[in-house]
């Protein structure tokens, strides 16, 4: 059986994945800032062993790249294949399966940076100290700090509290950095996913 899932604009993915075939699709209609994602896993409970779990994007499935491997290897795990419409990701298959091993790898070198830049932040504010009046704005190696901790999954508001700062100005971070990633290009997990693999394996 195939299973769809849809997170985000939930009107254009759902008619994308019944057009491939999926017999029922699950939905996640919350801030992407949330970490719970009650479709995905009444998705996850309702494939079973033969199925697939099908995606438009395979950054539905996590908010990072760690929540997305965590997730397709769960699934894989329990028997059941994972596919992504737009890069044609197929879990199920020997190229699929080595873009998964690439994305661990990269996984594991995100985490590496989060913990680095999370030494870096807590440094930096041992060194600067904590003044009366207005808090400071986070700059060099505290902001970079608070991006990879917001990026490992923590909260606005967990982030806030151990840079000693308001939940308000991690926000305004977080919609400041947004911005950057657009105009980047940077808008979707996978497509960087995929750039930093076809540098790995060139064609």
């Known amino acids: 059986m195939r299973?769809?899932?849809?997170?985000?604009?939930?009107?254009?993915?759902?008619e994308a994945l019944e057009a491939l075939g999926c017999a029922k699709v699950f939905t996640d209609v919350a801030s992407s800032t949330r970490a719970s994602r009650p479709g995905l896993e009444l998705a996850k409970s309702h494939v079973r062993d033969g199925d697939v779990l099908v995606v438009t994007r395979v950054d539905r499935l996590g908010r990072t790249a760690y929540d997305t491997l965590k997730t397709i290897k769960e699934l894989d795990e329990s028997g059941v294949r994972v596919e992504a419409q737009k890069k044609n990701l197929d879990t199920g298959t020997?190229?699929?399966r080595l873009v998964v091993t690439a994305m661990a790898g990269l996984t594991e070198w995100e985490r590496d940076i989060l913990r680095e830049r999370t030494r870096e932040g807590l440094a930096h504010a041992r060194a600067t100290g904590r003044a009366g009046g207005r808090p400071p704005a986070l700059t060099g190696p505290a902001r970079d700090a608070a991006l990879a901790q917001l990026a490992g999954g923590m909260s606005a508001s967990q982030v806030a509290a151990f840079h000693g700062?308001?939940?308000w100005?991690?926000?305004?971070?977080?919609?400041?950095?947004?911005?950057?990633?657009?105009?980047?290009?940077l808008t979707s997990e996978d497509?960087?996913?995929?750039t930093v693999i076809k540098v790995m394996l060139p064609m």
């Open 165 to 167: 700062v308001s939940k």
């Open 191 to 194: 497509d960087r996913l995929i």
């Open 3 to 14: 299973i769809g899932y849809a997170r985000g604009s939930i009107r254009d993915q759902r």
């Open 169 to 185: 100005m991690i926000q305004r971070l977080q919609r400041s950095a947004a911005t950057e990633r657009v105009d980047q290009g």
């Open 94 to 96: 020997p190229a699929g």
